[in-house]
């Protein structure tokens, strides 16, 4: 490689396995690891569960800034945002400054999605960075009424973090039934009941007019009129790929969203170019289409084979995975393997009064997802009959044989 060496733009967990990845393959040449944040990177899973508990709170972090400097010679740019690439250049402008590179990581990741006309209100929050964590924390430590504006994961998460504490929630949902698209609709309204039956408020099928208060939140009045009183909203509606700084680049990005188009091996259309974790949309074989996901296990997998591809481009790899993401809500784990596009789904054994749930998802016949509510031996053999491409017969078989054993 060319001694302008590797550049990762991103450094959250995608970003940093990029860098543990190259070093572990033997690359010794120049690395530059590029963050928005001034934090070094950090684990974001616990930033709504572990971290908003009681007592002292977890470090997120993942290795000490010595670390990444001495052990793994990383040329460490934290607080500095990435403004634009030329990719016929092959330099990344930071600013007035250029960074240039031989090979390239695009894993920018995602930011949260906001409500209109709060910026500046305080008690208004997203939760995606350690930042935003410690304010919701801190408003939780003093006792807020907490409105939670979107019902998917993170919302759920921090709901369970508020009533585990004993303080009064509302869970705002503008569908019907949550999870839709993450679960399908028949689960989505199975896992609503676990917020029911923890004493949360929950409001399906309204949204958010406006958020009242001088200077500080003071209520959330919904569409359909009704005022929530709140000192925490904590705003839970998803989150859009960090693509702003590509415009103009020439890199192509998917219509809807604005992720990164990549092929089977995570290359996008300019040369030495990958991309990995929450902004990356790749090509995937086994559910045969284009896949963009926002999960921990899939940001570690593509961050190594991203600069894995980058670094040995006569033998770039392709990437495939079956997703997998887990939640902790009260005192259940959730756990999902899969596509949740589903021409069926049939619970296999659900034991509510004892919080358990097993249901399968159906495409054609294959076996093509997997729901578990506290079945967590179950789930990764699930995993591995998806990627085996099993038979939905072979899958039921299988299920019910555990169940009953």
């Not at 509606?237 to 700084?245: E, M």
Request: charged share 25%; aromatic share 6%; hydrophobic share 40%.
């Amino acid at each position: 490689m060319e001694k302008d060496g590797l550049v990762v733009v991103g450094a959250s967990l995608a970003g940093l396995r990029a860098v543990e990845s190259a070093r572990r393959l033997g690359y010794s040449g120049r690395i530059t690891l590029i963050g928005a944040e001034e934090h070094l990177p950090y684990d974001r899973p616990p930033l709504s569960k572990e971290f908003l508990a009681s007592g002292e709170p977890v470090d997120p972090v993942f290795r000490a800034e010595r670390a990444l400097r001495e052990e793994l010679g990383v040329d460490l740019r934290l607080g500095r945002y990435a403004t634009g690439l030329d990719c016929r250049q092959r330099v990344v402008r930071l600013g007035d400054e250029e960074v240039s590179y031989s090979a390239l990581v695009i894993a920018t990741g995602a930011q949260a999605r906001t409500l209109p006309d709060t910026a500046g209100l305080r008690g208004v929050h997203a939760l995606r960075t350690l930042d935003d964590a410690r304010s919701v924390r801190e408003a939780l430590d003093a006792g807020a009424r907490t409105v939670i504006v979107g019902a998917g994961f993170i919302g759920s998460e921090v709901a369970s973090a508020a009533r585990k504490r004993g303080l009064p929630v509302t869970l705002v949902e503008a569908a019907t039934v949550p999870l839709t698209r993450s679960v399908g609709s028949e689960m989505g309204g199975l896992l609503a009941e676990l917020h029911r039956r923890q004493g949360v408020d929950l409001r399906l099928g309204a949204g958010v007019q406006r958020i009242d208060g001088s200077g500080s939140a003071e209520s959330v009045v919904l569409t359909n009129g009704a005022e929530i009183p709140a000192d925490l909203v904590v705003v839970g509606i998803g989150a859009a790929p960090c693509t702003g700084w590509l415009e103009g680049s020439g890199i192509d990005l998917d219509p809807r969203d604005k992720g990164v188009l990549c092929d089977s091996t995570l290359a996008v259309n300019a040369p030495g170019v990958y991309a990995a974790g929450d902004v990356c949309h790749w090509i995937s074989d086994l559910f045969r289409g284009r896949l963009r996901l926002e999960h921990w296990t899939s940001a570690a997998e593509q961050g190594s084979l991203a600069a894995r591809n980058a670094l040995s481009l006569d033998d770039a790899k392709p990437y495939d995975t079956v997703p997998y993401f887990w939640s902790d809500w009260y005192d259940s784990r959730i756990q999902f393997v899969g596509e949740p596009h589903a021409d069926d789904i049939q619970v296999v054994d659900k034991e509510w009064e004892d919080g358990k749930l097993l249901a399968l998802y159906r495409k054609a016949d294959r076996l093509v997802a997997a729901l578990t509510v506290n079945r967590p031996t179950l789930i990764m053999k699930l995993r591995r009959m998806i990627a085996s491409r099993a038979s939905w017969q072979e899958a039921v078989e299988f299920a019910e044989e555990k169940v009953r054993n």
